[in-house]
């Protein structure tokens, strides 16, 4: 050995763990290779003190789960539509019972005994408390508090830590651990942040517009769809029939996720039925299922929520006599605080529709998170006291949310672990419908988002900023589309976008763009490829996924304003302007890919209620179909989603990254879809 390799080798001894020699028997499991300047190493952890220590262990086949969705839902398998139980699922991906017994045995063999050890019901993980000279010995590791400069807290956590080779592949991670909270930067962490006055970024945020006051139109008359979009106008759009359903399947709810307290009164809902749905009676309303004190309606008119009125406003019109499910996470005290900056969002959602979910170890990351999630029962006055509702609600077959954020803004294994949830819904035949954005490439600029002046990432605010959760491969996302002046339903329609001040205060068109931390799924690749291969867009690019939240700052640094081998966003796209309301008593005119999102729901609700009278089951997880099939919607290929400084990219035959792959055809889907066993 040379001089160099010696001191390269005292070198990185002095760096991590010399103190103790570790076994050669002992692996690193896991080791940090920077931390986040949030954060200060402070004194080792007392040899005394209590640390409560968590071994996450392994699922079992979570490689395979891809594969086990394709199989239900890509329309060329024999298993197409055979969905899993929620039992099946968790039997599937549960550690297996020789991790269980091998790392128990490791733990006694240590001294842990085994009363001292619990499994946790769902066999994903062993708790235990130890000593601060139990856990240094065990893992062959040095404890610290570690103190946060934003929040003031501590945690203890080591550099890196070993187990024995052997156990290896039954451990995810151990915790304490490696991870410290995982910190809220985006690209350009330095600057000053905007609405939250230098605080985190809270989300998620909605996807509608600022609606604004109209006149009262005439209905029936489809002539003026071009300035007012009302029930008539988007079943002339997408040929939806009337439903002539009788006795509606109590079993196939719609369902419509709320947040931020956002409240319907009813009297909104009667106005709009009265002027433009007379089929539908005077007090008509949603079912409502309450998630961790969500709050339902009010009568308080002056209360009313742009985004709640609108969701029902569009959606019942389609699935009348259907029934409407809200799903309203999170208790009013948590989602109206102004000062609240942790609401990522969906994480209660998920725990209320499969109780597996609340205990679900995955990328590091068991249940809630305490710093991202809010916590129950909540502390402050009029919150909700009771515990996190965990499996409450039978999952809807399909469920739209207008709501997200940007991927940059969301913890890497925090999206991850969600994600894996999305496609165990998918496996359990529920549609998951998520808004793609309305900021076209781009997040909003300053003051309207904290992704400063441009919205967009990287040094000069120029690289694209894509949205969360629609870099999910397992969930189905709605882009938005427009009738422009001088237009007719019966033409194509175009891509949406609409200047800042015409009619909305910032510019609106419909997000779209490829994911940094997901890689292209197999089912879009094709879709993917062909976009690039005959519409090349005229901005440089990068080619990398990441596995780390904070690495996206780093991308483009060779000039490249968008990644090449992303999941593309979005999937589909509906109509998202000039909405017909009713909202605090008034008529208005509202938009976004949040009225995208259940229109295009809505159709996937009719579409299943004609499954299950056909004796077939819902369609669940709607991607692999589309993909193969685009012929059964509306392509768009006309306008572009700008942002970022640019025009965006441009909607064309074929999928998009503005558009999707069109708009529903309804006759066309049905039949396709009635086709399929
Ligand atoms: C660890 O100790 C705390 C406080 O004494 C106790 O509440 C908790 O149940 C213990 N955890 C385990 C897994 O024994
Ligand atoms: C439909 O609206 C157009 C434009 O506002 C108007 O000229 C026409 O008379 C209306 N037709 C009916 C049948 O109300
Ligand atoms: C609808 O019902 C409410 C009572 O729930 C009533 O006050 C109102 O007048 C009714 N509206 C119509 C148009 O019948
Ligand atoms: C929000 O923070 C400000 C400043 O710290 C404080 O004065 C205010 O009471 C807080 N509001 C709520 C609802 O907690
Ligand atoms: C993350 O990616 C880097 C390089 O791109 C790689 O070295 C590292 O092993 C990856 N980490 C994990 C946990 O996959
Ligand atoms: C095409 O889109 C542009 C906006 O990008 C719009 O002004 C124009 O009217 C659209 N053309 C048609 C035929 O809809
Ligand atoms: C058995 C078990 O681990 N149950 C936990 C699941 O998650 C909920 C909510 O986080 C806890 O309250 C349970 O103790």
Redesign the pocket.
Known sequence: MGWKARLLLLISCAATICARAVPETHVVHEKRNSIHSRWTKKFRVHPRATLPMRIGLSQRNLGNAHKYLLDVSDPDSPNYGKHWTSEQVIEVFRPATESVEAVREWLTEFGISAKRVTLSENKAWLAFNVSGQEAERLLHAEFYEYEDSVTGGKIPGCDAYHVPKKLQKHIDYISPGIKLLAPFTSGRSKKKRGTNGGGPVKLPKKYHRLSYPMKMPTTGNLSNCDSIITPDCIAALYQIPPNKINHPNPANTMGIYESEAQYYTQQDLNLFFANFTPNIPNGTHPALASIDGGPGPTNRLSDAGGEVSLDIQLAFPIVYPQSITIYQEDDAVYEL????TYTWGFNHLLDAVDGSYCNYSAYGETGDDPNLDPIYPDPAPGGYKGQVQCGVYKPPNVISISYGGQEVHVPWAYQKRQCNEYLKLGLQGVSVLFASGDAGVGNYPAPFSADGPTGCLGPQGTIFNPTWPNNCPWITNVGATKVYPGHTVFEPESAVYDPAGHPYAVDYSSGGGFSNIYSVPDYQKQAVQTYFGEHNPPYPYYSTIVNNTDLIGSLGADGGIYNRLGRGIPDVAANGDNIALYNAGQFQLSGGTSASTPIFASVVNRLNEERLSAGKSPIGFLNPVLYKNPEVLNDITNGTNPGCGTVGFSAVKGWDPVTGLGTPNYPKMLELFLKLP
């Open positions: 605080n102004p000062n609240q």
